[in-house]
């Protein structure tokens, strides 16, 4: 693969904990604009690849390049400036805040406004065309007055996915974005994040391998801290060494 089409490349990452190798020397390039899912059984060092990346932990050994910059050494701040955002749980929303005030907040975080200027008559309605379309871009438009407390977990997590979005990421980082949801919002879900393709990069850990089939462009297996295999789903699900993972080994 050409490595200048690659939002994001990694070389031999390297995570112990301890004695403990949780991450084994993994290589990684996430091509722009891919649906990239990360899968593996429990214990395979999904989130804490993901930590590497977002450098929440600092790798042991190996390296890592975003956008062509190597961002090894740089602080998670400095990367989400760069444009790779991850996304958190629910406890990123705020649950005291309607759907639009959420948005509002996460826009103008992100924004160089003054509070001085949010607070004239102009920067009140600053924002409502962008939170308007990031409000139907996930579906809550009926919700969107709603607290967030009292919104179902699905549109929840919907409400987490739009306030990311408003940080406007070239990278997204979703760690089991459907865990916990009902079949209809795993649809809505990955309907949503399959739209993102093209105009964002999307890595996401998914356990839920119907989802991964449907809406990724490239799958990457690991097995206890190392790659056993990468491609597409087909080719990854013809894999022996995928096919015995998944079978308990
Ligand atoms: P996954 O997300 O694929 O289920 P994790 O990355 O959470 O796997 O964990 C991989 C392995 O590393 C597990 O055996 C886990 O117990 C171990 N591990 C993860 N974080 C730590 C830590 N901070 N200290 C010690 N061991 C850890
Ligand atoms: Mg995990």
């Not at 804490?48 to 990346?53: P, R, V, Y």
């Not at 602080?75 to 705020?94: D, N, T, Y």
């Not at 949801?181 to 399959?194: F, H, K, N, V, W």
Request: glycine share 10%.
């Amino acid at each position: 693969m050409s490595t200048s089409s690659c939002i994001l490349e990694a070389r031999g990452l390297r995570k112990s904990f301890g004695g403990f190798v949780a991450v084994s020397g993994v290589d990684l390039d996430v091509e722009t604009g891919n649906i990239h899912a990360l899968i593996g059984p429990n214990g395979a060092g999904k989130s804490t690849l993901f930590n590497l990346l977002t450098k929440f932990i600092q790798p042991t050994a190996g390296d890592i390049r975003f956008k062509g910059k190597d961002i090894t050494h740089a602080p998670p701040a400095a990367i989400a400036r760069l444009g790779m955002v991850r996304s958190f749980q629910i406890s990123s929303v705020f649950l005291h805040l309607t759907v639009y005030e959420n948005i509002r907040v996460a826009l103008q975080a992100h924004g160089r406004d003054t509070w001085r200027f949010w607070r004239s008559e102009r920067g009140l309605h600053r924002f409502d065309d962008q939170v308007h379309e990031l409000v139907c871009q996930v579906g809550l438009e009926p919700l969107i007055y709603t607290r967030a407390a009292d919104l179902p977990y699905g549109r929840k997590r919907a409400l987490e996915l739009a306030t990311t979005l408003a940080l406007d990421p070239e990278l997204i980082l979703l760690d089991e974005p459907m865990a916990g949801m009902g079949q209809e919002d795993i649809e809505r879900t990955s309907a949503l994040i399959r739209s993102l393709g093209g105009k964002h990069t999307v890595l996401m850990v998914e356990h839920n391998l119907k989802v991964v089939a449907d809406i990724s462009d490239r799958i990457t297996v690991l097995r206890r801290g190392e790659k056993i295999a990468e491609g597409s789903y087909d080719e990854v699900a013809a894999n022996e060494e995928v096919r015995s993972a998944y079978m308990g080994g």
